[in-house]
């Protein structure tokens, strides 16, 4: 985003851009689609990975993802629409894989990170 506008405890963030990697804000925009559902129970395909992660972390993950999908419950309810809802929770996505590098952990977002850096490269 190129601008923002804050006083106080208001943050204003102006429009997204097209500007920056192209694959890697597709994803994330693809990717907080998914958080507009309820996180209740994995499924039968995210059981096993779920399963695989330290529990410190999957407890992380879980709460995480827990709170976009009650922000986004929050817009929905406020009248927002659905479209200017998703890029506001896809812009919350990167700041999360920030978090990962302050932790000193290698979580499995680490290698969706390193697939969107090689595609971007071509390779």
């Not at 996505?93 to 969706?112: D, V």
Request: overall charge positive.
């Amino acid at each position: 985003m190129p601008c923002e506008y804050s006083s106080g405890n208001s943050l204003v963030q102006g429009s997204i851009t097209k500007a920056g990697n192209t694959h890697a804000r597709r994803l994330r925009i693809e990717s907080a689609w998914h958080h507009r559902k309820s996180y209740t129970t994995s499924g039968p395909t995210m059981r096993p990975r779920w399963a695989k992660v330290e529990p410190a972390l999957r407890a992380h993950g879980h709460a995480g993802n827990r709170r976009l999908n009650k922000r986004w419950r929050n817009f929905t309810e406020r009248g927002k629409n659905p479209f200017v809802v998703n890029v506001a929770i896809a812009r919350e996505l990167p700041a999360g894989a920030g978090h990962w590098r302050q932790c000193n952990r290698q979580p499995a977002s680490r290698f969706w990170l390193t697939q969107v850096s090689r595609r971007s490269r071509g390779e």
